[in-house]
């Protein structure tokens, strides 16, 4: 089995701040995501890349920006952090584009003040 | 586009009495349909995918039916346990969309004594 990190667990940054979560994966999957989670909201995509140095923006990329530069990892950078943006963020992957069976990190915490 | 509509916010059942959590979608294709499970502090896991042959999907006593002329693809066990009380999201992967999966907002199960 694999696994997925992310890094670091909890993010207390200052608004305005530009702020950057880590995903690492080791199941060697070509596809891997970036997910917010609001309480009442659902997971809502922010941006996902289905291999190395690909990036496709989903429903809520605006103020946010990801990287993929290697296959096994993928950033997500909020540019300028604001008040209500305090949420966890979920870093997922896939191997089969088709099938949607998703594996997830344990979330990132973020807390702007 | 595609959408994922589910019971809304905490579903509260006294435990050995049937569970039934409900989800509809909309879709431009034939889609996957899925329900995730995360219990509390754990990252998201899948707990069911639907068959493109009809077969009923099941898992840990749980099971859902997809049915095209409803859009539906509803959540159901025949007695709760203390132990199924976790937040559970419907999705749906249009087959169309390369890869991107789309999660209604969550419902909250929680199971008491």
């Known amino acids: 089995g694999g696994i997925i990190t992310q890094t670091p667990k909890f993010l207390i940054g200052q608004e305005g701040q530009k702020l950057t979560l880590k995903c690492q994966q080791n199941f060697n999957h070509d596809t891997m995501y970036w997910y917010r989670q609001d309480s009442g909201k659902g997971l809502r995509l922010i941006y996902y890349s289905i291999t190395e140095n690909d990036l496709q923006k989903g429903d809520l990329s605006e103020g946010y920006d990801a990287s993929r530069e290697k296959k096994s990892s993928f950033s997500l950078t909020v540019t300028s952090a604001q008040k209500n943006e305090m949420a966890v963020f979920l870093c997922a992957s896939s191997m089969d584009r088709d099938t949607g069976q998703l594996y997830f990190g344990e979330g990132s915490k973020l807390t702007v003040l | 586009g595609d959408s994922v509509t589910q019971t809304e916010g905490l579903v509260t059942l006294t435990e050995g009495l049937p569970v039934m959590l409900n989800c509809t979608y909309q879709s431009t294709y034939s889609p996957f349909l899925f329900w995730y499970v995360q219990h509390l502090n754990e990252a998201p896991k899948l707990l069911l995918k639907s068959f493109t042959d009809n077969k009923r999907p099941e898992h840990q006593g749980f099971h859902a039916t997809l049915h095209k002329s409803s859009s539906s693809f509803h959540l159901q066990k025949s007695s709760a346990q203390l132990s199924d009380s976790a937040l559970y999201y419907c999705?749906?992967?249009?087959?169309?969309?390369?890869?991107?999966?789309?999660f209604g907002k969550g419902t909250k199960l929680s199971v008491k004594s």
């Open positions: 999705a749906l992967s249009d087959r169309g969309s390369n890869a991107k999966l789309t």
